[in-house]
Every structure is written in structure tokens, then in C-alpha cells.
């Protein structure tokens, strides 16, 4: 075999190898493309969440600066708004954190594809793992922002009292 030969079919290796590795990305990126749909999803339910929150606290807020100088009837009312906030306010924290939790280990699962695609190893159980926990965390998250939007229901009272 000629130099020139050698030289030519060591560029078409090179090209075959360089060709394959952008192929292996691509796939990689065709599977995280899932996660990342999911991502905005949770990041949607976490604005609403953050959304009902600030109303939570604007409501106590009021009726904190209310009850100082509420009639004598009035106030065991703004005393039972506030415990019903207050549990509202937490229920909504633990599901922003769950969901928050949720989204960091899906952002997890597409860096664990890359690097196990990069390294070349086999990472499919910790991606299991990882998106069987975000999977639990998202629904006991979404779970409690359900029990918040039913406490919030419990107490409207429609209609003449």
C-alpha cells in the first residue's frame, strides 16, 4: 500500500469515527428532548404554584393588619382565615419544593444521558433511578397543591349566609 492510500483511508477512519460521535449525540439529544418537554411542564405548575402562594401571603398580610382593630365578633373569624392561610402557605411550600425537586432531577437524568454517552458507559439504572424519584417527588408534589386547593375551596362560602 502507497503512502497516498494509507493517508486516504486514515482520513475516511476519521471521518467514519467523527461521523458516528455526532450520530451518538444526536441520539442523545433526541432522548432528552422528553425530560426537557417535562421540564417546562413543571416549571408551568411551579409559577402557578408560586402565583397561589403570594396570594396566600398577601391575604394573611390584610387580615394580620385587620385584626388589631376588628370588632370583638369579627376577629375569631380573621383568627380561623389566618389558620386556614397559614396551612395553605405550608402545604404550597412543600409542593413547590417537591416539584422544585422533581425538576432538578430531571435536569439530572439529561446531564447523567450526556456524560454517560461522553464516558461511553452504561448509566441506564442511575436514569431509571433518578427519573422514578422525579416522578414521585412530582406526584406527592402536585398531590399537596391538590389538599391546598381543596382547603381553599372549603372555605368560599357562596350564596347567602
Not at 52 to 62: F, M, N, T, Y
Not at 121 to 128: F, P, R, Y
Not at 136 to 148: N, Q, R
Given at each position: 500500500?502507497?503512502?497516498?492510500?494509507?493517508?486516504?483511508?486514515?482520513?475516511?477512519?476519521?471521518?467514519?469515527?467523527?461521523?458516528?460521535?455526532?450520530?451518538?449525540?444526536?441520539?442523545?439529544?433526541?432522548?432528552?428532548?422528553?425530560?426537557?418537554?417535562?421540564?417546562?411542564?413543571?416549571?408551568?405548575?411551579?409559577?402557578?404554584?408560586?402565583?397561589?402562594?403570594?396570594?396566600?401571603i398577601d391575604r394573611a398580610r390584610v387580615l394580620e393588619e385587620r385584626l388589631p382593630a376588628a370588632p370583638p365578633?369579627?376577629?375569631?373569624?380573621?383568627?380561623?382565615?389566618?389558620?386556614?392561610?397559614?396551612?395553605?402557605?405550608?402545604l404550597i411550600q412543600w409542593a413547590i419544593g417537591l416539584c422544585t425537586a422533581s425538576a432538578l432531577l430531571v435536569c439530572a437524568v439529561i446531564v447523567t444521558l450526556f456524560v454517560g454517552a461522553f464516558l461511553k458507559?452504561?448509566?441506564?439504572?442511575?436514569?431509571?433511578?433518578?427519573?422514578?424519584?422525579?416522578?414521585?417527588?412530582?406526584?406527592?408534589?402536585?398531590?399537596?397543591?391538590?389538599?391546598?386547593?381543596?382547603?381553599?375551596?372549603?372555605?368560599?362560602?357562596?350564596?347567602?349566609?
Amino acid at each position: 500500500m502507497t503512502r497516498r492510500k494509507r493517508i486516504t483511508c486514515h482520513h475516511q477512519e476519521g471521518s467514519l469515527i467523527q461521523e458516528l460521535q455526532v450520530s451518538a449525540i444526536a441520539h442523545v439529544i433526541q432522548l432528552a428532548v422528553a425530560p426537557v418537554f417535562l421540564l417546562t411542564g413543571v416549571g408551568a405548575m411551579l409559577g402557578v404554584m408560586a402565583n397561589r402562594l403570594g396570594r396566600v401571603i398577601d391575604r394573611a398580610r390584610v387580615l394580620e393588619e385587620r385584626l388589631p382593630a376588628a370588632p370583638p365578633d369579627a376577629a375569631p373569624d380573621y383568627r380561623n382565615q389566618l389558620g386556614v392561610l397559614g396551612r395553605r402557605s405550608h402545604l404550597i411550600q412543600w409542593a413547590i419544593g417537591l416539584c422544585t425537586a422533581s425538576a432538578l432531577l430531571v435536569c439530572a437524568v439529561i446531564v447523567t444521558l450526556f456524560v454517560g454517552a461522553f464516558l461511553k458507559t452504561d448509566v441506564a439504572g442511575v436514569i431509571g433511578a433518578m427519573f422514578v424519584a422525579a416522578m414521585l417527588s412530582l406526584s406527592a408534589g402536585l398531590i399537596l397543591f391538590l389538599a391546598e386547593i381543596r382547603l381553599a375551596i372549603g372555605g368560599i362560602r357562596i350564596g347567602p349566609r
